[in-house]
Every structure is written in structure tokens, then in C-alpha cells.
């Protein structure tokens, strides 16, 4: 079946009630059982959802996975990941991620005695120096957030499954339509659904999918036993927003490479960070590992100070300033005081993430009225 097709029927039956085409939502928090322990597979809601069903469903057919789990967030699907370690294991990851995890990893979970390692992981060779019978887990996010960074997936599992440890994959930024981590050996893959899955800019929501089914009951006990589930109106929600992921990423990837075209070639812009330049560095993996380039680019100013950028954040019209990504409009974000903010200045700027970095989400806008206000903005710098 076909990624599109997918989309709209994966996981979705019609409801064998009333035959309705999209699923119900279930709005209830417990189920009348037949008698004590027998039930149909739902007894109470956080456990288990016939809505959150259909999505999980949904989900992990879009990945090629077996199990999908849903989540409150995606801080609450990271979390679920974390909370499979014990006190004394070691985490690889890279020194280039979303600030949230940066900050649950460091600030949360550090103190349980779990050990994070922050590298470049640009080059799998330097796993090495890191790997030692305590290493547990590698976590990577490729492109990163927010320097588009590309990570070799195959070439860090193989690694990994030398010595036995489990590669879990962010794979927010690139969406199931881009990339598919476990067809390139990843155990889990983690979704911020409030992204591209979504779409909408109208759901909070996180998602794990894996093959491994002891794996998946693992995650399935942390859940349940945490809580940390969503409720069937943004499952719901999100099912619907699924129907038109593919659609939403074509354009979300043709608007991105206009725009990367657009910025690069720009007087008054300095970098621009985009994996479909073929100057971009790991561009040829970029190209093996995902099947488009998508729609996040992040750039400097040549006047590159953060008076400037604020300027031509505060200038722009269609491109909303605000943090989030993935959703059908355009958004303009500012790193350093927003989605990273958690990170000390000075590994921000020591892994390459400057004060004055701006980061888009080009949405599905016309893309000759995105172009004319990024223009119209730089006029004004």
C-alpha cells in the first residue's frame, strides 16, 4: 500500500455501530465489564481507547512499524523511552537537539543517576570513545533542531547493535512521508505528533512506534502506569489531520525549497541551513536516508546581530512569530529565547546555535506571498 493510501485507510475501520466512515470519539473514561476481568479489551481509559486505538494503528502503519503508542506529548513519549533505563546507564545523543529533551535529559533525569553524553554524531566513528558497558540507549534527532544536522541512522545502528544498545530516532522533523527509521535498523521511533502528524496547530500529542513487541509492552506498562496518555478528542483530531499528510508535505517540501533557494541567494543573508543544498554538509546521506528535503530551514543574517533578527522577526506578516513547527501556516522562531531557551548560553553557541539564528516552518501558503514577505522583510534590516 502506498504512503498515501495509507494515510487515509491505515488503521482505520468503519464503526461497527453505526458504519460512520471516521472513527468516533470515545468519550468515556471507564467500560461496563461482562463480569469481574471480562471485558472486550477496554476496561479503563488509560489504559486503552477504541479512539487512541485507531490512531496508534494509524501511526505505525505510516512508519512500516508493528506497535504504535500514543502519548500525551512528545516530552511524554521521550519520557516513556528514559524511564526503560535504570540508575547507572549511559545515553548517547547529540549535541545538537530540541532544547526540550536537552532539558528533561540533563535537568530531570540526570539527577536519577542516568548519564547523558552530548556529541556530534554528524560522524558515527565518534560513538566509539563514548561506548562502554554501561551504555544503554543511542537518541538521535535527524535533521536536528534547529541546524538541520544529518545523522547517518544506519551507519549509528550498526553500531549500536554491536554492542547491544537500543537507537531510539526523533523523527519529528522529517515526518513518516520523509524518512522511516526503522526500515534503517532503529528499535523506536518518536514522533512530536503536534507537528506534521497533526498539522493543524490544534493537538498536543507524542508518539512512539516499534517492531520489538516485548519492547512495545515495556513502553505499553510505562503508559499505563504513568498516565501520560492522550484524550480521544485529540486523538480524534489527529486522525483526521493523518488523511492529508502526504498532501500537506508536498507542499510543505516545495514551498521549503523555494524558500532555501530564495534565502541563499538573498544580499542580506548570511547562512542558511537546508539538507537539500548539496554544499549542506552529510547532503549525500540526507538524500540515501529521507525521500524529500522538507520544509525547516534555519538562517543568519549578514549584519548577524540580535538586534537584526529580532527586526526581521517583528517585520514579517504571514510568517507567525511563534514557537511549534509542522502546522499548515508559516512560523518564524527564535531559538535562543524560545524553543531552546533551557540551554546554557554558552553550549548553545558552542555547537554552532548563535544568538541571532532564526528558524522557519515554511507551511502551505502560496509560496509567491511567502516570498514577497520574507522580501519585504529584509528590506527592512
Same mark, same amino acid.
Given at each position: 500500500?502506498?504512503?498515501?493510501?495509507?494515510?487515509?485507510h =491505515?488503521?482505520? %475501520?468503519?464503526?461497527?455501530?453505526t458504519?460512520?466512515?471516521?472513527?468516533?470519539i470515545?468519550?468515556?473514561?471507564t467500560?461496563?465489564?461482562?463480569?469481574?476481568?471480562?471485558?472486550?479489551?477496554?476496561?479503563y481509559?488509560? &489504559?486503552?481507547?477504541?479512539?487512541?486505538? @485507531?490512531?496508534?494503528?494509524?501511526?505505525?502503519?505510516?512508519?512500516?512499524?508493528?506497535?504504535?503508542l500514543?502519548?500525551?506529548s512528545?516530552?511524554?513519549?521521550?519520557?516513556?523511552?528514559?524511564?526503560?533505563?535504570?540508575?547507572?546507564?549511559?545515553?548517547?545523543?547529540?549535541?545538537?537537539?530540541? &532544547?526540550?529533551?536537552?532539558?528533561?535529559?540533563?535537568?530531570?533525569?540526570?539527577?536519577?543517576?542516568?548519564?547523558?553524553?552530548?556529541?556530534?554524531?554528524?560522524?558515527?566513528?565518534?560513538?566509539?570513545?563514548? #561506548?562502554?558497558?554501561?551504555?544503554?540507549?543511542?537518541?538521535?534527532?535527524t535533521?536536528?533542531?534547529?541546524l538541520?544536522?544529518?545523522?547517518?541512522?544506519a551507519?549509528?545502528?550498526?553500531?549500536?547493535?554491536?554492542h547491544?544498545?537500543?537507537?531510539?530516532?526523533?523523527?519529528?522533523?522529517?515526518?513518516?512521508?520523509?524518512?522511516? *527509521?526503522?526500515?534503517?535498523?532503529?528499535?523506536?521511533?518518536?514522533?512530536?505528533?503536534?507537528?506534521?502528524?497533526?498539522?493543524?496547530?490544534?493537538?498536543?500529542?507524542?508518539a512512539?512506534?516499534?517492531?520489538?513487541?516485548?519492547?512495545?509492552?515495556?513502553?505499553?506498562?510505562?503508559?499505563?502506569?504513568?498516565? =501520560?496518555?492522550?484524550?480521544?478528542?485529540?486523538?480524534?483530531?489527529?486522525?483526521?489531520?493523518?488523511?492529508t499528510?502526504?498532501?500537506?508535505?508536498?507542499?510543505?517540501?516545495?514551498?521549503?525549497?523555494?524558500?532555501?533557494?530564495?534565502?541563499?541567494?538573498?544580499?542580506?543573508?548570511?547562512?542558511?541551513?537546508w *539538507?537539500?543544498?548539496?554544499?549542506?554538509?552529510n547532503?549525500?546521506?540526507?538524500?540515501?536516508?529521507?525521500r524529500?528535503? &522538507?520544509?525547516?530551514?534555519?538562517?543568519?543574517?549578514?549584519?548577524?546581530?540580535?538586534e537584526? @533578527?529580532?527586526?526581521?522577526?517583528?517585520?514579517?506578516? #504571514?510568517?507567525?512569530?511563534? %514557537?511549534?513547527?509542522?502546522?499548515?501556516?508559516?512560523?518564524?522562531?527564535?531559538?535562543?529565547?524560545?524553543?531552546?531557551? +533551557?540551554?546554557?548560553?554558552? %553550549?548553545?553557541?558552542?555547537?554552532?546555535?548563535?544568538? +541571532?539564528?532564526?528558524?522557519?516552518?515554511?507551511?502551505? %501558503?502560496?509560496?509567491?506571498?511567502?516570498?514577497?514577505?520574507?522580501?519585504n @522583510?529584509?528590506?527592512?534590516?
Open positions: 500500500m502506498k504512503f498515501g493510501t495509507k494515510a487515509i =491505515a488503521g482505520v %475501520e468503519p464503526d461497527p455501530t458504519g460512520a466512515i471516521m472513527t468516533p470515545y468519550q468515556t473514561s467500560y461496563v465489564q461482562e463480569s469481574p476481568g471480562k471485558h472486550k479489551g477496554y476496561a481509559a488509560r &489504559g486503552a481507547n477504541p479512539t487512541r486505538n @485507531a490512531l496508534q494503528k494509524s501511526i505505525a502503519a505510516l512508519e512500516d512499524g508493528k506497535f504504535g500514543c502519548f500525551s512528545g516530552m511524554g513519549a521521550t519520557d516513556a523511552v528514559i524511564k526503560l533505563l535504570s540508575p547507572g546507564d549511559e545515553v548517547i545523543t547529540s549535541n545538537d537537539l530540541y &532544547g526540550g529533551s536537552y532539558r528533561m535529559f540533563k535537568r530531570v533525569f540526570e539527577k536519577f543517576g542516568i548519564k547523558f553524553h552530548f556529541i556530534d554524531l554528524t560522524d558515527s566513528k565518534n560513538i566509539h570513545q563514548y #561506548l562502554n558497558a554501561n551504555t544503554k540507549l543511542m537518541w538521535l534527532e535533521p536536528s533542531n534547529p538541520m544536522r544529518i545523522i547517518d541512522i551507519a549509528c545502528c550498526e553500531v549500536a547493535k554491536k547491544n544498545i537500543m537507537v531510539a530516532v526523533d523523527n519529528t522533523f522529517a515526518s513518516p512521508y520523509l524518512q522511516n *527509521p526503522l526500515a534503517l535498523g532503529a528499535d523506536i521511533v518518536m514522533h512530536s505528533v503536534t507537528k506534521y502528524l497533526g498539522g493543524h496547530s490544534d493537538v498536543i500529542m507524542g512512539l512506534i516499534v517492531n520489538d513487541e516485548k519492547l512495545y509492552s515495556d513502553l505499553a506498562f510505562i503508559a499505563n502506569s504513568c498516565g =501520560a496518555v492522550p484524550g480521544p478528542q485529540d486523538s480524534f483530531l489527529v486522525l483526521r489531520g493523518i488523511k499528510l502526504h498532501l500537506r508535505m508536498e507542499r510543505h517540501c516545495f514551498n521549503g525549497t523555494k524558500v532555501a533557494e530564495f534565502l541563499k541567494n538573498h544580499a542580506k543573508v548570511g547562512k542558511v541551513y *539538507p537539500g543544498f548539496s554544499d549542506h554538509p547532503h549525500d546521506i540526507a538524500k540515501r536516508q529521507m524529500d528535503f &522538507g520544509g525547516m530551514i534555519s538562517f543568519t543574517l549578514k549584519n548577524d546581530t540580535v537584526n @533578527a529580532i527586526k526581521l522577526m517583528e517585520s514579517v506578516e #504571514l510568517f507567525s512569530l511563534a %514557537e511549534s513547527l509542522g502546522g499548515v501556516e508559516s512560523l518564524i522562531n527564535h531559538p535562543a529565547s524560545m524553543t531552546h531557551a +533551557s540551554i546554557p548560553k554558552e %553550549e548553545r553557541i558552542k555547537n554552532g546555535l548563535s544568538d +541571532s539564528l532564526i528558524r522557519l516552518s515554511v507551511g502551505v %501558503e502560496d509560496i509567491e506571498d511567502l516570498l514577497a514577505d520574507l522580501d @522583510a529584509l528590506a527592512k534590516v
